[in-house]
């Protein structure tokens, strides 16, 4: 049996060549999955986190859509109330007009009747209400409120008086000209 060298060697050569490429594609699937899970593991709390933060934005974004919504109605609500504000506006005006009606007549009245007005109609004639414009209600309804308690005050000096008891506490009697 004569054995060819050369045969020998190519057949060693292609099997080496064989096994090289076999074990090549035994192992590439591998060294990709591996890339693949390297990848994943640097990129994927980058990933997670990005992901939190735009749920986050997301949640304060609606958060701010309903308070533009709520804003928005609140808006509309005082623009529609314009209106309420104008009645009311005439219904004072008429008010101050009738009660300065009444006023004129009981003047009227006070010249031809003898001087037995009550307390009532004496405390109600110098009220006196100006209507100012809607523009500045604030300052109206503070001087309108000073004026209701100077008014209450001065009619709770007028109308009590503070006594001693024996026992040295104080204590508040009507006078005798209130209405009982």
């Given at each position: 049996?004569?054995?060819?060298?050369?045969?020998?060697?190519?057949?060693?050569?292609?099997?080496?060549?064989?096994?090289?490429?076999?074990?090549?594609?035994?192992?590439?699937?591998?060294?990709?999955?591996?890339?693949?899970?390297?990848?994943?593991?640097?990129?994927?709390?980058?990933?997670?986190?990005?992901?939190?933060?735009?749920?986050?934005?997301?949640?304060?974004?609606?958060?701010?859509?309903?308070?533009?919504?709520?804003?928005?109605?609140?808006?509309?609500?005082?623009?529609?109330?314009?209106?309420?504000?104008?009645?009311?506006?005439?219904l004072l005006k008429n008010a101050i007009f009738l009660k300065q009606?009444?006023?004129?007549?009981?003047?009227?009245?006070?010249?031809?009747?003898?001087?037995?007005?009550?307390?009532?109609?004496?405390?109600?004639?110098?009220?006196?209400?100006?209507?100012?414009?809607?523009?500045?209600?604030?300052?109206?309804?503070?001087?309108?409120?000073?004026?209701?308690?100077?008014?209450?005050?001065?009619?709770?000096?007028?109308?009590?008086?503070?006594?001693?008891?024996?026992?040295?506490?104080?204590?508040?009697?009507?006078?005798?000209?209130?209405?009982?």
């Amino acid at each position: 049996m004569s054995v060819d060298r050369d045969l020998e060697t190519k057949v060693r050569k292609t099997s080496e060549k064989i096994s090289e490429n076999m074990h090549i594609v035994a192992n590439e699937p591998s060294l990709a999955f591996f890339r693949i899970q390297e990848h994943v593991r640097k990129v994927l709390p980058l990933i997670v986190d990005r992901r939190s933060e735009v749920v986050q934005l997301q949640q304060d974004l609606q958060g701010h859509c309903y308070d533009m919504e709520y804003a928005i109605g609140a808006i509309k609500s005082i623009e529609a109330s314009e209106k309420s504000f104008q009645n009311i506006h005439e219904l004072l005006k008429n008010a101050i007009f009738l009660k300065q009606q009444l006023k004129y007549e009981e003047s009227r009245r006070a010249k031809k009747e003898p001087s037995n007005s009550s307390v009532y109609k004496r405390l109600s004639a110098h009220i006196t209400l100006e209507l100012p414009d809607l523009a500045d209600i604030s300052g109206v309804v503070r001087e309108t409120t000073n004026r209701v308690e100077n008014m209450m005050s001065h009619a709770r000096n007028s109308s009590t008086s503070a006594t001693t008891s024996a026992n040295g506490t104080t204590e508040l009697q009507r006078s005798h000209t209130t209405l009982h």
